[in-house]
Every structure is written in structure tokens, then in C-alpha cells.
């Protein structure tokens, strides 16, 4: 994985993120030891580790299993108030030792806290303190009878681009057939790699003895072979373009081994000079082990007259 930007701006890398992995199976692992997991010095985990926490990008907390300690009624609980109770019914909730999150909410209710109780009776303690609270009109208590997902954050640090940051757009009319939607997304995911330059990002999808060739006319015709030669054509694609966006037209599976999807795509393209035009692409991939093992294309610059459905595109049976 790249240096990616997170939801408030920062940067992780790969190494971060396998860092933070092996935090969560082992938060104790000494630096030694975690540095050879990782690869790396004891040195340089403990390092990286220091600037995620200086960052304000993690905390590491020792958190109690809840119901090993015999706090085994858990609830979710919504107060409804008028706003000059908020602050008193607040504090109520704050003091209290069971109560583990309270939180100001938006609609019918006002306030939603979470709370783990040793027993129904010291639950109902708490439920008439803050029933007498004044101008408190409605207090509803709902029991947690079983956790269906209880994720720690990462997964929505890591989590999938939105739609709108989709690795790839379809022309009207173009469908992908389902098998062939994971090749598809790690083949665009693996083209705008190279187009941004993005190395650390196509060394992960690649495969180290990948082979990228490019047919005439495009004048960046060659054969690349393995991934030292791949990024260096990338580095040259960044170099060129300020714009590469792939619009898929067709996709279909490849009809010659070891090529098993060819895509189709038209691209808008704007060059480092202003040049703005469109380009025609058809690229074939082989894959290994879920990775991009082998491309050919064929492309072409500015071709006007290429129609937006393009021949072989896929339609709703």
C-alpha cells in the first residue's frame, strides 16, 4: 500500500499499517520482536510507533473484557430533555462509574450514553437519578442482548473509497460481468498506480516478475520487464500527464493465454504542456496469485471518432 491520506490529512505507509496490525494482535510485543515481524529494526518500529503517537493518529489503552469482572448488563440508553436538563442529566450520567460514553445526539432523543452494570438493581439506581432530574421527560433503556460487530476503528481508517473515488468508471451501457469484477478493479486499481506514479501501491498489486508492454504507435513503445523497468515507465507517465482517467467501454475475457481480461477504455488525458485530448486504450492482463503478472496495450491519442459504446461492450442480458 502507498502513502495514503487518511480521513484528517495524515500519512500512513505500509509499514505503518502492518505496524498497527500486529499492535492490535500483541499491544505488548516488545520492539525487538516486532521489528522482525515487520522486517525492519527494532530501531524503526519503535520509531514509527513513537510518530503515530505524537501524531495524535493512535492511542493505546488497556481496556477491560467487561463481563469477566461481572458487568454483564449492558445497555444503550436515550434521554429526551429539555435543554436547560441537558447539563444537569449530564453530569448525572458522567458520575456514574457504569456509565462508559455519553454523547449529545440529534432527533427524537438528546442524549445517548452506554453502560455496563453489575445488576439490574444498581442499573435501576442509576435510571431514578436521572428520572428525577428535572425537566427530563423521557428515559428509554434498551438491553444489549448480543454484539453482532465490534471493530476497534482501523477498518474504517482503512476502509473502501466512497463511490465517488471509485478505481475505475463505466460507460453508459457497459456492464461487467460479475466474475470478472475483481480482475477488473485490480487491473484499474493497477493502471492508475502507474499513471500517478504511485510505486509502492503497484509493487503490492504486481508481481515481481511482471512484464508491461507497450504496442506502437503509442511512442512509448517497448517491452518492460519486471518491476524495477515498470516503475521507471511510470515514473515517466507521471512525468507526462497531469490527468489519466480510464472510462471503460468494453471488458471482456481474454480470448489468447496467458491474457485472461482484455479491458477497453477511453481516457481523457491532460498533459504537463495543457494538452487536453482523448485516448484510446485496449489492455490485456495475465494474473498470479492476485496480483497483475503480465500487460500488453495498445493505445492511441485523440480519436474522436471512437463511439462511446465501442464494439464487444457487455449488455444487461
Not at 449492558?74 to 456514574?96: N, P, W
Not at 508481481?207 to 506502437?216: G, Y
Request: charged letters at 20%; proline letters at 6%; glycine letters at 8%.
Amino acid at each position: 500500500m502507498s502513502d495514503e491520506n487518511d480521513r484528517s490529512g495524515a500519512k500512513f505507509d505500509q509499514l505503518d499499517r502492518r505496524l498497527i496490525a500486529e499492535l492490535q494482535a500483541d499491544p505488548r510485543i516488545a520492539y525487538a520482536s516486532l521489528g522482525s515481524r515487520l522486517g525492519v529494526t527494532g530501531m524503526t518500529a519503535a520509531n514509527r510507533l513513537q510518530r503515530l503517537r505524537q501524531a495524535g493518529l493512535l492511542r493505546m489503552r488497556a481496556l477491560p473484557n467487561l463481563a469477566e469482572f461481572g458487568l454483564a448488563t449492558e445497555i444503550l440508553g436515550l434521554v429526551q430533555a429539555d435543554v436547560s436538563a441537558l447539563d444537569a442529566a449530564t453530569a448525572v450520567l458522567s458520575a456514574c462509574p457504569f456509565v462508559l460514553r455519553v454523547d449529545r445526539v440529534t432527533g427524537e432523543f438528546d442524549l445517548a450514553f452506554e453502560a455496563a452494570f453489575p445488576s439490574e438493581a444498581s442499573m435501576g439506581t442509576l435510571v431514578r437519578e436521572v428520572q428525577s432530574v428535572e425537566s427530563v421527560r423521557r428515559l428509554v433503556v434498551h438491553h444489549r442482548m448480543q454484539t453482532m460487530k465490534a471493530e476497534d476503528g482501523w477498518e474504517a481508517v482503512w476502509g473502501d473509497v466512497t463511490p465517488a473515488e471509485a478505481v475505475y468508471e463505466l460507460a453508459p451501457g457497459t456492464v461487467v460481468p460479475r466474475h470478472l469484477e475483481p480482475s477488473v478493479t485490480l487491473a484499474a486499481t493497477w493502471v492508475n498506480a502507474l499513471a500517478a506514479a504511485d510505486l509502492p501501491r503497484l509493487r503490492e498489486l504486481s508481481a515481481p516478475d511482471i512484464v508491461f508492454t507497450i504496442l506502437p504507435p503509442h511512442r512509448s513503445a517497448g517491452t518492460f520487464d519486471g518491476m524495477a523497468a515498470v516503475e521507471q515507465q511510470a515514473e515517466r507517465t507521471r512525468r507526462a500527464y497531469n490527468r489519466l482517467w480510464y472510462r471503460l467501454i468494453a471488458v471482456s475475457e481474454g480470448a489468447r493465454s496467458p491474457y485472461s481480461l482484455v479491458i477497453d477504455a477511453l481516457s481523457p488525458v491532460e498533459t504537463h504542456r495543457g494538452r487536453v485530448g482523448t485516448a484510446f486504450s485496449r489492455m490485456a492482463f495475465a494474473f498470479a496469485e492476485g496480483k497483475v503478472a503480465g500487460v500488453m496495450s495498445l493505445g492511441e491519442m485523440e480519436l474522436p471518432d471512437v463511439p462511446m459504446g465501442g464494439p464487444g461492450t457487455h449488455h444487461e442480458p
